[in-house]
């Protein structure tokens, strides 16, 4: 069958009847009468054969090919498809031919133009056709469980609560706040391209970051400035210059609105305005902690404020800049990104921060922000001004127990779509992850590997421990090797042997390294042994490091710049060379002792930042703090004198002798 069907050609029957039902019945009463056939089928204009065929009753059915289903059977399948969209799993065109053959199939017939019973994409295209208006193909938005079961009671409870919160407020003191997201992303545009083309393309940057902005309106459409938090450590003039009038900017580390943000938002743009009105206000918004702490409340109270929160998971039917004011906030958002990416001469990846503020200039003003008809009509939709719980109520599948008259649906297709929304089915426990690191243009297989983690598990590396990581590694050989390390993030890890010396001291740990050629950093040490690495070994104290001679002047064999440490005298601030042993070579480390204990320090430990002098130390980006034990400590040296950049140098050092 064509997929654009023409129901008649020039040449054949014209099916566009000239006559109606009530010509016929007339008829049909005029042959009874005595009239013949032929005169009353000239008389009201109709075929002689279609009159001939209604007189003795055949072919009773409409006009061209005749429904695999019979009217009764597609209305019964209509109306299960309305309930299975109500119950928010819906079914696709192909789950709509599995679910008509399992009707034929329970009705124990075969339909001969259905392949196996089962019928064709063309027949679905047709029965969405015929019953065109009560089904359609909709694109589906997702929408998580959690969302979808929201029940009606919840919304009850809440416009209970909601009646004696807003009850003598008028609607320009009720507010709703939330923030958004604008993405760096100016979406999918329809183009004109060269038709048959495979991968309509075109040039522009893209990215996933996104930057926090709040908002907040009342029912009356007024709206406040937005207040922007930057994902960034520090705020410069520039990002807050060419914004709309009255609008915040602040930062956070995260790029996500906090209690120190949110507070500084109530502060600043809200309770001023809400101190302008009189009598008592209603802010409504998601139940956050951040959203909370006891200075907002203390001012809320002297302020005749009454915070509203919304129920959990049920923002999409409750929260007014969600339903109504978001969505055209983000198409106009969209549309201004892909204008101001197509006119920049440089390609830039990211929006600078410096650009932003005049950008959400250019929303605001597209928009309105001023008596904005949107948020009127998110606040109408969400039932709150005018107060009317039946519209959110409305929104709500109307229940589970509609009846389904079609008894030759196949119960298990039934209790397979039902299970859809309400799931099935143990939840499979997650499993330890093992992360691979492969050589480059290195192909893997389970055999690789399979081995060695076994060995590794019989050795403890699957012990369980908290942040307690497995690798495995391809070799260029082909073979795989496991290592553990449970170190901070940011800090490599390495294999470490246990040294023990002759009296009960124990010496500190250190975590393995992946990579024997990378720097070796210092990590926190325990003398727990829980905190070291399954594949740790224990080995002798190297007795010649014990006995050394020592020199007249103090200092350390070898190692110059450093000053033997004889007493257990060390204090906040000073500068120690920590011996750090590994498995290859033993490595020092310099550090400033941040503080002590009875038998450990912590130190705050640097790196030699200089290729050709040995004697100038800087912090890591990252600080590296450590702890270690007394016995570890190689040496002490002078204060150093601190240079530009973060640099010190330490007269003496030589960091190249290490």
């Not at 416009?159 to 923030?179: Q, R």
Request: include cysteine; aromatic fraction near 8%; charge should be positive.
């Amino acid at each position: 069958m064509p997929r654009t069907y023409v129901p008649h050609t020039p040449g054949t029957r014209n099916y566009a009847s000239s006559y109606t039902n009530t010509d016929v019945e007339q008829a049909l009463a005029s042959v009874r009468t005595g009239t013949s056939i032929r005169e009353a089928a000239k008389e009201f204009n109709i075929p002689l054969g279609t009159l001939y065929n209604k007189v003795h009753q055949k072919h009773g059915g409409i006009a061209g090919g005749q429904t695999a289903l019979t009217a009764d059977e597609e209305d019964r399948l209509v109306s299960v498809l309305q309930t299975l969209s109500i119950w928010r799993c819906p079914v696709d065109n192909y789950e709509l031919r599995v679910l008509v053959k399992s009707m034929i199939d329970k009705s124990g017939r075969v339909v001969s133009k259905f392949k196996n019973n089962l019928p064709g994409k063309d027949w679905a295209a047709a029965f969405i056709c015929r019953h065109k208006s009560e089904l359609s193909n909709r694109l589906t938005q997702n929408i998580k469980i959690s969302r979808a079961h929201i029940s009606p009671e919840d919304i009850e409870e809440y416009f209970a609560n909601l009646t004696d919160s807003i009850k003598d407020i008028p609607a320009s003191n009720v507010w709703n706040y939330d923030e958004t997201n604008f993405c760096d992303d100016p979406g999918r545009k329809k183009a004109i391209h060269r038709r048959g083309l495979k991968y309509p393309e075109r040039m522009m940057n893209f990215s996933k970051t996104s930057i926090s902005v709040m908002f907040c309106g009342n029912a009356e459409g007024d709206i406040l400035p937005p207040y922007t938090v930057y994902k960034a450590e520090h705020l410069y003039e520039r990002w807050c210059a060419g914004g709309p009038k009255g609008a915040r900017f602040n930062r956070t580390r995260s790029g996500w609105f906090d209690g120190y943000t949110f507070s500084d938002w109530f502060k600043s743009l809200f309770l001023p305005v809400a101190q302008k009105q009189s009598g008592p206000k209603l802010l409504i918004g998601d139940n956050l902690s951040s959203h909370l702490n006891e200075d907002i409340i203390q001012l809320c109270h002297a302020n005749d404020i009454r915070f509203c929160f919304l129920p959990a998971n049920s923002t999409h039917l409750t929260q007014p800049l969600d339903v109504a004011f978001f969505r055209p906030l983000k198409m106009a958002w969209r549309k201004i990104l892909a204008e101001w990416k197509s006119k920049q001469k440089q390609a830039k990846g990211t929006i600078p921060k410096d650009e932003f503020p005049a950008l959400l200039k250019q929303v605001v003003t597209t928009v309105g922000f001023d008596k904005s008809e949107n948020l009127k009509a998110g606040f109408r939709a969400c039932g709150i001004s005018p107060l009317d719980k039946s519209v959110v109520l409305a929104r709500l599948p109307s229940g589970r127990s509609q009846e389904v008259t079609n008894q030759v649906l196949n119960d298990a297709v039934m209790d397979l779509l039902k299970s859809q929304n309400e799931g099935s089915g143990e939840q499979k426990k997650r499993q330890k992850r093992t992360r691979v690191s492969v050589a480059p243009g290195k192909s893997v297989c389970t055999d690789d590997f399979a081995d060695q983690s076994t060995a590794a598990a019989a050795t403890g590396t699957s012990s369980g421990r908290t942040g307690t990581t497995t690798n495995t590694s391809i070799g260029d050989n082909g073979g795989a090797s496991t290592s553990t390390g449970a170190g901070r993030k940011g800090v490599r890890k390495r294999e470490v042997k246990r040294t023990r010396q002759s009296s009960s001291e124990s010496s500190a740990s250190a975590s393995s390294s992946a990579d024997s050629d990378s720097e070796e950093l210092p990590v926190s040490s325990s003398s727990d042994s829980e905190n070291v690495p399954g594949d740790a070994t224990d080995v002798e104290p190297d007795e010649n490091n014990n006995s050394e001679a020592e020199t007249p002047d103090n200092s350390v064999p070898g190692l110059s710049g450093l000053k033997q440490c004889r007493e257990r005298k060390l204090k906040v601030g000073d500068w120690v060379v920590v011996n750090f042993s590994a498995v290859k070579r033993k490595k020092l480390f310099l550090g400033r002792v941040e503080s002590t204990n009875k038998s450990t320090y912590e130190g705050l430990f640097m790196r030699n930042s200089s290729n050709n002098d040995g004697s100038i130390f800087t912090f890591p980006t990252k600080e590296d703090r450590c702890t270690f034990e007394f016995s570890s400590i190689t040496g002490i040296v002078d204060p150093p004198e601190p240079l530009r950049r973060g640099a010190w140098k330490f007269h003496g050092v030589n960091a190249k002798e290490w």
